[in-house]
């Protein structure tokens, strides 16, 4: 049987299954996209994807980086926070300054409970997302936006149909390290 629940533990046990990615893996920011797909059931066929994208503009003066997370397929799932507004810079003009509400994954710790009555959802969530520019391209403005700045081992909960389980991931300046993943057990 399915648990409806399962705790973030740091060992595999009866009703979870972890992988640890040896060595840990590190998508560099600045060398524009990288990813990391994960087959949390082991079918050969990716489940979710995380990634780095970083984007310039006004002759490379200014920039924007995301740090995200992608639910693969119609049975993936994401446990995502409340809503985070941000104030966002137009990537093709740091100057343009609007506001966006974001959804986050949820930010989650060792033992840590995961629900399948959780607040989930499918498609992309942004981890973090950064910005900025130099005085040639504008006044220098810089910024860090979401739930995740500064901030490792720590898990997102993820589902794959009515299977529980995790990524554990951290962001270090230099990207979006990603450690292990879990999926409860049948």
């Known amino acids: 049987m399915v648990p409806n629940e399962i705790t973030i533990t740091s060992a595999s046990s009866s009703k979870v299954t972890i992988t640890d990615i040896n060595p840990d893996t590190l998508l560099y920011l600045y060398n524009q996209t990288e990813s990391f797909s994960i087959d949390i ?27 995200q997370i992608e639910s693969l397929s119609a049975d993936a799932y994401l446990l995502a ?14 100057l343009t300054q609007t506001t966006v509400n974001e959804i986050f994954p949820k930010v989650l710790s060792l033992n840590d409970v ?4 959780d607040k989930w959802r ?10 900025g520019s130099n005085t040639i391209c ?3 403005h810089r910024g860090s936006h979401g739930y995740w700045i500064n901030i490792d081992n720590k ?11 995790w990524i554990k991931i951290g962001l270090p300046n230099s990207g979006l390290k990603v450690y292990e993943y879990s999926i409860s057990k049948l």
């Open 81 to 94: 926070d409340s809503i985070y507004t941000i104030s966002d810079y137009d990537s093709s003009n740091i």
């Open 155 to 165: 898990y997102i909960g993820v589902r794959y149909k009515n299977l529980l389980g």
């Open 41 to 67: 059931n082991n079918d050969h066929l990716n489940d979710f994807k995380l990634s780095t994208t970083t984007g310039y503009a006004c002759a490379g003066g200014s920039f924007f980086v995301t740090r």
């Open 138 to 140: 504008g006044s220098g």
């Open 114 to 117: 995961i629900n399948i009555k």
């Open 122 to 131: 499918s498609g992309t969530l942004k981890i973090a997302y950064s910005y």
